[in-house]
């Protein structure tokens, strides 16, 4: 079936750190699968991060990139420095957008602490 | 512009009850989606509808859970006699042409 696999948490990082956030997929009904990165910060609704549709494209936003490995089915999530606001919870997430399907499939979530 | 709007925040109710949770989706979205989160499970899509339409329940439990979207300002989630296992936090999300998804923050359900 369609799957996501993602780092468990917590993980717990210092400010100004490096991460990475694995994400695998598994997309046996899906032909040419989306992928996205959500983020629920402390107190808010899970929003999107970013998103890449098209395979073997990197997407970015507020220093996060991830790139869409289609022979690895990865969509790691990584960040050169990271900031205390970046303290949340992370959710991978496969779409079939094409299909005209709008349903995600989520990972479990990693939650992410940043230590000042 | 106001965001996707989920009440109650909480609810509490004793096993056997009935819980019918609300939700109104950004103004102008033609879709509404319904996921289950918990511990256990993660997050676990139920059901979405699109111009007020179901389209897909596929994640939806057979027996007690039913989906509504009598109009397109608001869509209900209704769980008939229920039992703790169904304690989670229920997420809607709307989503308009791009098929991003904007999320609520979600109603707390707790079965006692």
């Known amino acids: 079936g369609d799957s996501v696999t993602q780092t468990e948490g917590p993980v717990t990082v210092s400010e100004s750190e490096s991460l990475i956030i694995n994400c695998t997929y598994s997309a046996t009904s899906i032909a040419y699968p989306n992928l996205f990165w959500y983020v629920r910060y402390p107190g808010e609704g899970l929003q999107l991060l970013l998103k890449v549709i098209t395979a073997g494209q990197k997407g970015s936003s507020r220093g996060f990139e991830a790139t869409y490995n289609k022979e690895t089915t990865s969509f790691h999530l990584q960040k050169a420095s990271v900031q205390e606001s970046d303290s949340a919870v992370y959710y991978c997430a496969l779409g079939d957008l094409p299909s005209g399907s709008w349903q995600l499939i989520f990972g479990s979530g990693t939650q992410l602490t940043v230590m000042p | 512009n106001a965001g996707v709007i989920q009440t109650p925040r909480h609810k509490v109710t004793g096993k056997g009850q009935e819980a019918t949770l609300w939700c109104e989706p950004i103004?102008?979205?033609?879709?509404v989606f319904w996921y289950r989160q918990t511990i256990v499970q993660g997050l676990e899509f139920l059901t979405y509808f699109r111009n007020q339409a179901p389209i897909d329940d596929s994640g939806m439990p057979k027996e007690r859970f039913s989906a509504q979207m009598p109009n397109q300002s608001h869509s209900t989630l209704k769980i008939q006699s229920t039992q703790p296992q169904d304690s989670a936090v229920y997420l809607c999300?709307?989503?308009?042409?791009?098929?991003?998804?904007?999320f609520g923050e979600g109603s707390k359900l707790t079965v006692l």
């Open positions: 103004s102008g979205h033609s879709a």
């Open positions: 999300a709307s989503s308009g042409n791009t098929g991003q998804l904007y």
